[in-house]
Nanobody
Framework: QVQLVESGGGLVQTGGSLRLSCVTS????????MNWYRQAPGKERELVAG????????NYADSVKGRFTISRDNAKNTVYLQMNSLKPEDTAVYYC????????????WGQGTQVTVSS
């Protein structure tokens, strides 16, 4: 059974930091590109950051570049998102996503963790 379990969300003041974790099981973690998405109320889900299967390549949304860092530990089947200098506009539910494209697309999602940044 595939599971992606996010944790680390919460309420933080503007300028603060949070570290999200996503612990996975039920699939070969090291074969998958891992992403963090977020969805704010009334808005579409957007890609925040991604990391390649070996952790060599990362990409970020322009809105979080220089503030957020994605990393992974393939030995622990876990992906992280370090969020610094948080802003109220970062408030959203953050979702962990595993992605792989072979002949077909394989994608798994976590249940999400709420991040609220107060002004």
């Amino acid at each position: 059974q595939v599971q992606l379990v996010e944790s680390g969300g919460g309420l933080v003041q503007t300028g603060g930091s949070l570290r999200l974790s996503c612990v996975t099981s039920g699939f070969i973690f090291s074969n998958y590109f891992m992403n963090w998405y977020r969805q704010a109320p009334g808005k579409e889900r957007e890609l925040v950051a991604g990391i390649s299967s070996a952790g060599v390549t990362t990409n970020y949304a322009d809105s979080v570049k220089g503030r957020f860092t994605i990393s992974r530990d393939n030995a622990k089947n876990t992906v992280y998102l370090q969020m610094n200098s948080l802003k109220p506009e970062d408030t959203a539910v953050y979702y962990c996503n595993a992605f792989r494209r072979l002949l077909t697309v394989q994608a798994y999602w976590g249940q999400g963790t709420q991040v609220t940044v107060s002004s």
